[in-house]
């Protein structure tokens, strides 16, 4: 024990030595002039003028920071409103796909002679494969089945188109006659009728009509030699027809897993699904068509056999021809009835005729539609219209003709792979993706 007379206190715990230690420290800062109390802040030396503390320094308000949108990228973008972001994102966009879709237009035009035929091959396909599939259920070879069904349908096309130009040519005259005795009807009924027109006037119009026909004499031949050139397009894209009809009815699988494997690996399957459901719907689309057109045809037809109207199976296969152009061909081959009606056998009958092509129109377009075309393809009417439109000014007839079935084909397509789900995998997807590099 210790004789210094401290007892314990000689040696001090460790918290006194803390705090002399502390002390100590603090001396020595004072002495720099830069010491700092216990709470952290700086103590002012004796030379050095006294720091304001922070209860009495004044109050400095923070800069306000604006909420940024997290699709803008700099401060500019911040300070352009939302909405024209938006706008302006759309715009170009927008833009973009519409330049894009007029180059499509522009190549599609410049090798219009390939594209229709095709386009026309696949609507007969679609027509034509159910009967190639029923022949090869029957164990028939593929290339025979494919050339029993093109040849029988190909004889029942000219059969019908011999049947129709021979009833044409039989009844041409009768028609000539009755035309002109309906002219000379129109000529009594504007000299008698509201207009009281004279003979000079009526010999005036002729004779515009005939110096009308005298100066563009040479525009009309110029047109029959586009014509011809016409012709000789037309049988071109006929055998192109043809042959694209075989191959696809024959090949179509393997040509359609030759341009799956041309896509990424992990869109093959999408693809395919949305391919082979937009191929269902096209075969759909075009059987109800055919069915439908045939009951408008047959309609029509035996009421102008039953009212004795001339060209009654002509009359009736333009009807059918017509109705693979929704509302617009039913309606343009009845005003063709109704007028070959009003020119041959009076008002009356082509009143009746008219009520005729009204009821058909009506039965289509409310029962025929929605039972038949409506369980095939669910398009819009406003849609259609739109779309046979597009199709004239495009491509004339065989726009309107191929219009429909493009829009319902690419209404599957869309919806198929806008679908989020894992389609089904067919097996030839299996061997797409077995044999994918």
């Known amino acids: 024990m210790c004789r210094c007379g401290y007892g314990r206190e000689a040696n001090p715990p460790w918290e006194v030595r803390l705090r002399r230690f502390e002390q100590l420290r603090a001396r020595l800062r004072r002495a720099s002039g830069s010491s700092s109390d216990p709470s952290g802040g700086q103590v002012p030396a004796a030379n050095q003028p006294p720091v304001a503390t922070p209860e009495s320094a004044p109050v400095v308000p923070e800069p306000v920071t604006e909420e940024v949108h997290p699709s803008t990228s700099s401060r500019d973008d911040a300070d352009v409103p939302h909405a024209l972001r938006i706008a302006a994102a759309w715009s170009w966009r927008l833009i973009v796909i519409g330049l894009v879709g007029w180059a499509l237009l522009k190549v599609v035009g410049t090798i219009r002679i390939v594209i229709i035929p095709l386009a026309i091959a696949l609507l007969l396909s679609a027509l034509l494969a159910p009967l190639v599939g029923l022949l090869l259920r029957a164990r028939l070879p593929r290339s025979l089945a494919t050339a029993v069904v093109l040849v029988a349908g190909l004889a029942a096309v000219v059969g019908t188109l011999t049947l129709v130009v021979n009833e044409f040519v039989k009844g041409v005259p009768d028609l000539s006659r009755n035309a002109t005795d309906g002219i000379r009807q129109i000529q009594e009924w504007l000299k008698t009728g509201p207009l009281h027109l004279s003979d000079n006037q009526l010999n005036s119009y002729i004779e515009q009509g005939e110096q009308w026909i005298d100066e563009n004499t040479q525009a009309l031949t110029s047109g029959a030699v586009s014509t011809a050139a016409t012709v000789a397009e037309l049988l071109t894209g006929a055998l192109l027809v043809l042959f694209a009809t075989f191959f696809f009815l024959r090949d179509g699988g393997r040509i359609w897993r030759f341009l799956v494997r041309l896509l990424p690996v992990a869109a093959r399957w999408r693809v395919d699904d949305a391919g082979r459901a937009s191929w269902s719907t096209l075969v759909a689309y075009v059987r109800a068509t055919v069915l439908v057109a045939f009951i408008d045809a047959v309609g ?57 092509v009204i009821g058909v129109q009506q039965v289509e377009g409310h029962i025929l539609q929605p039972l038949i075309m409506g369980r095939a393809v669910a398009i819009h009417p406003l849609a259609v219209i739109v779309g046979i439109a597009a199709g004239v000014v495009l491509a004339g007839i065989v726009g309107a003709l191929v219009s429909v079935p493009l829009i319902a084909v690419l209404n599957t397509a869309v919806r198929r792979l806008a679908h989020r789900r894992t389609p089904e995998v067919p097996p030839d997807a299996v061997v797409v993706a077995a044999k994918a590099p």
Not at 313 to 319: E, H, N, S
Not at 332 to 345: I, M
């Open 300 to 356: 029509i037809g035996i009421f102008l056999v039953v009212f004795d109207i001339p060209f009654a199976f002509p009359l009736a296969a333009l009807v059918f021809l017509g109705a693979f152009i929704p509302i617009v061909g039913a309606t343009l081959s009845g005003a063709v009835a109704v007028l070959v009606a009003l020119v041959d056998s009076g008002w009356v009958r082509a009143l009746v005729i008219l009520a005729v």
